[in-house]
């Protein structure tokens, strides 16, 4: 079935973070918790939010967001940057100490991506391109992010 078929890919995806997080872990404190992990993938999808647009699409309250916000600063994993338009609003920037946590997780989706482009035709990643677009735009609008820049 297909539900069982996209639920598999999706579990692989995360499995494989899981797996690559604890490996590197091991003999050490993972420096960010589960929650802290989850808040640094919405400000990294949301772009460069406020506190107020985390705590908004996290639907959780201003005080919790700045909380969250303000560990990950003392972490060193997001910045604060004023904007340049009004400076009473700052914007939430991630790290490159983020982006390397990061990077554990898009080299295998980057991996399975050209694996997909070596087993497929063009036309067939075309088409798996577009019916993925479809779905992230239309068929899961309860999430709003920006689109990504192009690659």
């Known amino acids: 079935m297909l539900k069982d078929a996209f639920f598999n890919v999706y579990t692989k995806f995360k499995l494989h973070f899981y797996q690559e997080i604890f490996s590197r872990f091991q003999d050490r404190e993972a420096s960010l918790t589960t929650v802290e992990t989850f808040c640094m993938e919405a400000i990294q999808a949301l772009g460069s939010p406020t506190v107020n647009e985390f705590a908004t699409f996290m639907r ?61 035709s063009p036309e067939e990643c075309a088409k798996l391109e577009d019916m993925l ?19």
Not at 76 to 84: A, L, M
Not at 133 to 151: A, F, G, K, N, Q
Request: no cysteine; hydrophobic share 30%.
């Open 60 to 120: 959780i309250s201003p005080p919790n967001a700045a909380y969250k916000v303000n560990s990950l600063i003392k972490k060193g994993y997001i910045r604060k940057v004023q904007s340049p338009d009004d400076r009473r609003e700052y914007h939430l920037e991630i790290t490159q100490k983020y982006i390397d946590y990061y990077n554990i997780s898009t080299a295998y989706m980057t991996a399975v991506m050209n694996r997909i482009s070596q087993r497929f």
């Open 133 to 151: 677009t479809i779905i992230s735009r239309d068929l899961m609008s309860e999430v709003e992010i920006p689109d990504p820049p192009p690659s």
